[in-house]
């Protein structure tokens, strides 16, 4: 029956894709959007040269630094306390299921060793793969690892940087050539997706270099990316890799998950967003602190109650939490994070059941918290409360009511047109979430 039921979804969700974007997802991305939509929680890593200068990783366009300087950091990388390991170890600990790194960012500076360009972390007094030794790592300890790859390039000369909004300070001349940037990004992609083992995910930023803003949805790209051509290499060389874009629009031809950046689904408190909600698998990414790359005068550290609410709230919409680390320049992560993902990996230790595997629930997250649903449980995730008494409609029946940590029945009465009423007065109004699970 679990295969026939499997069968039925490949089929259903090919059927949809081919009407609603002409691509055919293989069974093998079927399968890994399910186990993708489970994982719920991942680790975001920003790191790379421009970590150096602590600054965050715009640093290069921000202030207009030309390739013949910013090149001269490349001498001055050298991540000396860098270990695989311990970063799968805290990410582990945090119960974060996935690991999305940082392979190429704007700057053109490759963490891996590519045969591409000498502008890699293989040329600098560190000589080691950084990409290799992280999914090495992340397949050894049951961690999927993702790569995010920048569209744009503030460094090469041939990326269309004369219509592009961005790098128009770092000193190029040359006429651009896209066809021949093209090539370089399909055979760095090849690279990443035949060295490396399993990849789990091609994470795709930069597309929103050639919009004239990213607040019109409308807008067509000055430039045809040609994303046919690098998304049919990708499902080619790995089928079951899924691909992602932060455009900022909703999904188009060949992507396999949603991602909304600094934003909840169907929310746009970060000004990125306003794009219609697909049915795919859908993931949102914030950062830890205020910055993503390392930023050594960034101490506004997000508290362990703040990304236990924004991963329950992801979760009652049905989305993956991707939290960003900005390591430093010496391979470290700072003790900040480190402090507060433990504190995460305490509550997941406890609450994960309610957000692994689930669903969203009947009712968008609200100002009190946020529902998940999974088998015949429902999960209501208490993030805000000040009243005894909590009242809810509740579409679906349920029998019992309990507090989830510990069992402790919780009283309620069903009223007219399927409100209910619970009592919670005894709940800690102190604990970070307060889960009371309802079982059909």
Same mark, same amino acid.
């Given at each position: 029956?679990?295969? +026939?039921?499997?069968?039925?979804?490949?089929?259903?969700?090919?059927?949809?894709? +081919?009407?609603?974007?002409?691509?055919?997802?293989?069974?093998?991305? +079927?399968?890994?959007?399910?186990?993708?939509?489970?994982?719920?929680?991942?680790?975001? +890593?920003?790191?790379?040269?421009?970590?150096?200068?602590? #600054?965050?990783?715009?640093?290069?366009?921000?202030?207009?630094?030309?390739?013949?300087?910013?090149?001269?950091?490349?001498?001055?990388?050298?991540?000396? #306390?860098?270990?695989?390991?311990?970063?799968?170890?805290?990410?582990?600990?945090?119960?974060?299921?996935?690991?999305?790194?940082?392979?190429?960012?704007? #700057?053109?500076?490759?963490?891996? #060793?590519?045969?591409?360009?000498?502008?890699?972390?293989?040329?600098?007094p560190y000589k080691r793969d950084i990409v290799k030794e992280l999914a090495d790592e992340c397949h050894k300890q049951g961690i999927k690892i993702c790569f995010y790859y920048s569209l744009l390039d503030w460094y090469r000369d041939d990326y269309p940087y004369e219509t592009g909004k961005t790098g128009k300070g770092t000193g190029r001349t040359k006429k651009s050539d896209y066809a021949s940037y093209l090539a370089f990004m399909k055979n760095q992609l090849t690279e990443l997706l035949t060295k490396y083992g399993e990849v789990s995910a091609i994470w795709f930023d930069g597309h929103w270099d050639q919009l004239e803003n990213d607040h019109d949805k409308t807008l067509q790209s000055k430039i045809d990316w040609k994303y046919e051509e690098i998304y049919s290499l990708i499902h080619k060389l790995q089928p079951q890799c899924l691909i992602g874009n932060n455009h900022h629009l909703s999904p188009i031809p060949g992507e396999d998950f949603q991602m909304f950046e600094r934003d909840l689904p169907g929310e746009n408190k970060g000004g990125l967003s306003g794009q219609e909600i697909s049915a795919l698998p859908l993931e949102t990414c914030e950062t830890l602190n205020g910055a993503w790359g390392y930023n050594i005068k960034d101490d506004n550290y997000k508290s362990p109650k703040q990304l236990v609410d924004y991963l329950v709230r992801a979760s009652g919409y049905g989305a993956n939490f991707l939290l960003n680390v900005g390591p430093m320049p010496n391979g470290e992560i700072q003790p900040e994070f480190v402090e507060r993902l433990a504190k995460v990996g305490e509550w997941t230790k406890v609450y994960g059941e309610t957000i692994y595997g689930t669903k969203g629930g009947f009712i968008r997250p609200q100002e009190w918290g946020a529902v998940t649903e999974k088998g015949n449980k429902t999960y209501l995730h208490l993030l805000k409360f000040k009243d005894e008494k909590f009242m809810l409609k509740i579409p679906q029946a349920f029998k019992t009511a309990k507090l989830f940590k510990n069992g402790t029945p919780i009283k309620f009465q069903k009223l007219d047109n399927n409100y209910f009423v619970f009592d919670i007065a005894a709940l800690d109004k102190n604990e970070i979430d307060n889960v009371i699970e309802l079982e059909k």
């Open positions: 029956m679990r295969k +026939i039921q499997i069968a039925f979804l490949v089929l259903l969700t090919s059927l949809s894709a +081919i009407a609603q974007t002409g691509y055919t997802p293989s069974p093998e991305n +079927i399968k890994a959007r399910e186990e993708f939509q489970k994982a719920r929680f991942g680790m975001f +890593i920003h790191w790379g040269l421009s970590s150096v200068l602590g #600054d965050g990783e715009w640093v290069m366009q921000i202030k207009n630094i030309p390739v013949k300087d910013y090149t001269k950091l490349q001498r001055a990388f050298n991540p000396v #306390d860098f270990n695989a390991k311990t970063w799968v170890d805290i990410a582990k600990g945090a119960g974060m299921k996935y690991i999305t790194l940082i392979t190429r960012h704007h #700057d053109g500076f490759s963490n891996f #060793d590519t045969k591409q360009s000498s502008w890699s972390i293989m040329n600098t």
